[in-house]
């Protein structure tokens, strides 16, 4: 049997899905090794140039160099002769961008809705060709998710959510939980963890920690206002540190914190090596995971692991995911988050 799967978002600059990728990989190879039928899958993989050059695979599998960016015409008109060509018997495709022209079977990865249902203040595109991309995103989502064999989500609330946006049957819909990687995660558990707090400057510092991006529904501004609310009125002495690579999104958002003079609570520190992760959570006061809407929430179950506090809205995912192991407030109110934070410094 011939699987293709379009990796061309391969790798931590992809974010999300780019991390969903490396271990998805990881364990096909691993898969395509143990297998007991007798008779390995083959694996046709689509990269970019970056990984192209660098990812090492299984002899059986067939790496293949595709540069054609996502959400553009060459994607729709391009992709599906380059994946005829290999004649697979599946294709998994690992997020919405689907090109609609291919008529093969295939697999879709949906993550969540966000993009669905963002307005303009979640773009950084003027008005008129915010509409020219949106329109032509939506109708190829929903031929995508019409057209796939099966769609796979992260938890069961984005399955009901997916089941009624689009109408589908809940059947087609296969729910496949995420992890995290406890071998990186015990390796660098041995590394110094003084050097890694000094490298960001924190050494002695109470801080509440987040890492992602910064966009409109991840609502870091009501966190921002709360960590200085609770510095000012209660006399906590602690600070919310940020970290994500700089784009658009983390600029509009340190834009705001010095408007609102929360600069001495907040600090921004950029990229965050995956081996210094761990420390990060595990010298923090708690992780903070203010979301309006998630698919998962692979960084809180990564702060649990780490002994950390996790402190998230209380919203149906994150109740499915942590279950009991969370303090919950509501995203929307300062007080509510306030509270929460106030609490875990009081433990």
């Known amino acids: 049997m011939i699987i293709l799967v379009d990796a061309r978002m391969y790798g931590l600059e992809n974010t999300g899905i780019g991390r969903y990728l490396i271990q998805l990989i990881e364990g096909l190879k691993s898969l395509s090794i143990t297998s007991k039928t007798g008779k390995s899958n083959e694996y046709v993989i689509l990269l970019k140039k970056k990984y192209y050059d660098t990812l090492a695979v299984p002899d059986n599998w067939k790496k293949v160099l595709v540069n054609i960016p996502h959400y553009t015409l060459r994607e729709q008109l391009l992709l599906p002769s ?47 060709l915010y509409f020219l991309k949106r329109i032509p995103f939506l109708l190829v989502a929903k031929i995508a998710v019409k057209n796939a064999v099966k769609i796979m989500v992260p938890s069961k609330t984005t399955a009901t959510d997916l089941a009624n946006y689009y109408n589908l049957s809940i059947q087609k819909i296969i729910v496949t ?20 707090i000094s490298n960001y400057g924190l050494v002695n510092k109470d801080y509440f920690f987040y890492i992602g991006n910064a966009h409109p529904h991840k609502n870091l501004e009501i966190v921002v206002r709360a960590i200085k609310d609770i510095n000012e009125t209660k006399k906590i002495n602690a600070i919310f540190v940020i970290a994500g690579l700089k784009d658009f999104f983390i600029e509009r958002l340190e834009n705001y914190i010095n408007d609102i003079g929360a600069s001495m609570y907040v600090k921004l520190v950029g990229y965050v090596k995956d081996e210094d992760l761990p420390i990060m959570y595990k010298n923090s006061l708690g992780f903070v995971y203010p979301s309006l ?8 179950l990564e702060a649990i692991s780490m002994g950390t506090m996790l402190a998230c809205s209380n919203i149906p995912v994150f109740k ?3 279950d ?5 407030f509501d995203p929307r109110n300062m007080e509510s988050i306030s509270g929460a934070l106030y609490s875990i410094c009081n433990m």
């Not at 008529?103 to 879709?108: A, E, I, P, Q, R």
């Not at 009991?324 to 919950?328: E, N």
């Open 82 to 128: 380059i994946i005829r060509k290999f004649k697979p018997n599946l294709v998994h495709f690992p997020h919405i961008n689907v090109p609609i022209l291919y008529s093969g079977k295939y697999v879709l990865t949906v993550h969540d809705l966000t993009m669905q249902r963002r307005g303009i203040n979640a773009s950084k595109l003027p008005l008129p």
């Open 324 to 328: 009991f192991h969370a303090f919950y």
């Open 293 to 300: 809407s998630e698919g998962f929430g692979l960084q809180g």
């Open 177 to 196: 939980y995420e992890g995290y990687d406890f071998k990186d995660l015990l390796t660098s558990r041995l590394r110094g963890e003084l050097s890694v």
């Open 320 to 322: 499915e995911i942590y």
